[in-house]
DNA sequence: TTACAATTGATAATTATTTTCAATTTAAAA
DNA sequence: TTTTAAATTGAAAATAATTATCAATTGTAA
């Protein structure tokens, strides 16, 4: 945690940024909850619960800057808000989501699984990728156990 | 293209909606558009050529409407607007996009390709998968033979 | 220490989208 | 055909997310 936070602090200094106090807030809320999906708005109340002062205008900001750097991806699960999801460091692609229609939750798949597909795109488009977005829509299997109880339930009553 | 309608408009029916003169405006400027990705201001615009008297609400709820019938798809290309894609006819699956980060063109590619990835992550990861987004972003084909002119020149100048 | 550029917070502005509501249109019933 | 109720519409106001502005503060290098 500590020394992901100094080698984001590099990174930033190497494009002559500066780890700022509250762009060093702003990424310790980010790194504690990695595996959440934050909307720039989640990450200013938890930002602001360490550092009061903090204005929403430099969360956007530092946002964008980790997006640039990297750091960070933006993700639009379709909702109008924009999402920030930590990068695991040093995976050179991004990862995929599950998005349950039922209960709104949102896994991750870190696995890459696009690499054929991503060689027939190259090949057959002639299209030099450089980053990709996989998201799939569905039920997940707590939703899915939860509707197969709920029709067990019901052809029990229907046959009372 | 007319025939494509007369389905279009039975689809409504079947959900109890009517296919007003503004929804069918719209719905032939989706037709006229089929390859391109419009948003909604582009698509009230181009109605209004036809259709001057129709409002922007009006052109939000047909967008929304088609939507909900699957009869086109919402995607976010990163930029914050909405794009709105006719899917094509008895297609199962969402088609996937190609977008430039050099000159922001969109290529659609209509090949399911992710058959595979698909069932892994059913059988791995227990989702149901109902729907997918997949977009590479990357630099076109055009822009690679652009780059590599480019290039050229500039080592020929160097070599002066 | 001084000076200059980077950064910040508050607020206003912008942009996309949604809601509201009275007026109009439509399809079905009488 | 007239009546009626529900669906649909357009204009305008409201909302929500994000960006721009600008004066004040901070940090860094000379």
Redesign the pocket.
């Known amino acids: 945690m500590e020394n992901r936070l100094e080698r984001i602090k590099k990174q930033l200094h190497s494009s002559s ?2 780890l ?4 060093e807030a702003t990424v310790r809320v980010l790194l504690e909850h990695a595996s959440d999906h934050l ?3 989640d990450v200013y109340l938890l930002v602001k619960e360490k550092y009061p ?6 969360v ?3 946002l ?1 800057l980790l997006t640039e750097l990297k750091i960070v991806d933006r993700v639009n699960f379709g909702d ?3 999402r920030y999801d930590l990068r695991i460091e040093g995976s050179q692609h991004f990862h995929h989501h599950l998005v349950c229609i039922e209960c709104g939750s949102v896994e991750e798949i870190q696995e890459d699984l696009l690499e054929d597909v991503e060689m027939i795109v190259e090949r057959r488009w002639h299209f030099q990728i450089t980053d990709h977005r996989l998201t799939f829509h569905g039920i997940c299997k707590h939703c899915q156990e939860k509707q197969k109880r709920q029709k067990k339930k019901n052809s029990n009553t229907a046959s009372v």
């Open positions: 940024y500066k700022t106090p509250q762009r909307s720039a708005e002062e903090i204005g929403l205008a430099t956007y900001r530092t964008d109008g808000v924009s």
